[in-house]
């Protein structure tokens, strides 16, 4: 029986799996289309047999929130509010989130098994099959491809070049490195680093060896958090294998001791290399913020970094705290 009453020819919908069949209405002889099921993804329901939704939440773009670390460089140099180093840092910009929502979807691709036994990584729209995995890996090597062409535009060989060592780096870890434990640590913090580093060839400005420490620390101190958060999520069943390699007090001790040496990395800058009141008032937050991930990450939630920054409001604030003090500084003394 159909939606409006009448009874549609061919097999029924529990025998078609659930897709309405084709054939005509025995009432009024009209031609009946097939048709999939009210309740089918949205994917299936479309004409090009793929949502377009779907495959934008395939690229992820709540994770180029991590690009902005390339405009973390021009920031604290000062050349933001130019029109050269703002320009420079928004292609370095656009830039790693084309190279990186490929490699997502290279990533997911390889990846479909495993995400499909995941609780969380199944809803994903490879995973979930709303985008087919050969789709997935055309769309995936043409944004890889795109990236340092994109980069390019900086007029500066060296973009397109860290653009590449990132995309090298990315593509090691995904089919090697994260089977690796500890390297595997290092590895998806490396990306953090280049990102920013990135920042700085963007604009052609120095990078000196306190910011290199403080975003390595951190980037190490936010991997280790992600790793604990899904371990401890998982509760030693989960989908990523290299998980087993870990403890939960280990990578607490990863954590505690990366977030340790960054705020005193940090603390040496603003009071040593940094002349001003401001600097030393930035401290104060920028050490809130450090407690705060730490506090969340123990209290489980810290899977997703970029979720804390999005969605938790005391972080938020912290960062804008953190902001105001070195834009005075910066750029206003």
Not at 44 to 70: D, E, F, Y
Not at 123 to 136: C, E, F, N, S, Y
Request: one cysteine or more; charged letters at 15%.
């Amino acid at each position: 029986m159909g939606s409006d009453g009448r009874v549609l020819a061919g097999r029924d919908a529990a025998g078609s799996g659930g897709r309405v069949p084709a054939g005509r209405d025995p009432v009024n002889g009209e031609a009946v289309a097939a048709r999939p099921p009210a309740d089918a993804p949205a994917a299936v329901r479309t004409g090009w047999g793929i949502s377009p939704m779907a495959l934008l939440r395939a690229c992820r773009p709540r994770q180029w929130l991590k690009n902005a670390l390339v405009f973390a460089a021009p920031t604290t140099a000062g050349v933001l509010v130019t029109a050269q180093g703002a320009l420079g840092a928004l292609i370095a910009f656009a830039a790693f989130c084309v190279a990186a929502s490929g490699t997502y979807l290279l990533n997911d691709a390889a990846d479909v098994a495993a995400d499909r036994r995941h609780p969380r990584k199944r809803h994903r729209p490879i995973a979930a099959g709303l985008v087919p995995v050969r789709l997935a890996r055309v769309i995936g090597a043409v944004l890889v491809a795109l990236a340092p062409a994109l980069a390019a535009l900086s007029g500066d060989w060296r973009l397109p070049a860290v653009v590449a060592g990132y995309l090298a780096l990315t593509f090691s870890y995904t089919y090697w490195l994260k089977h690796q434990a500890v390297v595997d640590l290092v590895a998806v913090a490396g990306c953090h680093v280049v990102r920013a580093f990135a920042g700085a060839v963007a604009v052609d400005v120095p990078v000196t060896s306190w910011f290199l420490v403080v975003v390595s620390l951190g980037s190490l101190q936010l991997v280790a958090g992600k790793r604990e958060a899904e371990l401890r999520a998982s509760g030693g069943g989960s989908a990523r294998a290299i998980l087993a390699a870990y403890t939960p007090g280990y990578l607490a001790g990863v954590r505690a001791m990366s977030s340790g040496a960054m705020i005193v990395t940090y603390c040496l800058w603003a009071l040593n290399e940094r002349a001003g009141l401001f600097y030393g008032i930035s401290i104060v937050p920028f050490v809130l913020i450090v407690l705060r991930h730490n506090l969340l990450v123990d209290r489980g939630v810290g899977e997703e970094p970029e979720e804390l920054a999005l969605h938790d409001r005391p972080t938020q604030v912290f960062v804008a705290l953190l902001l105001v003090p070195l834009v005075i500084g910066i750029y206003l003394t």
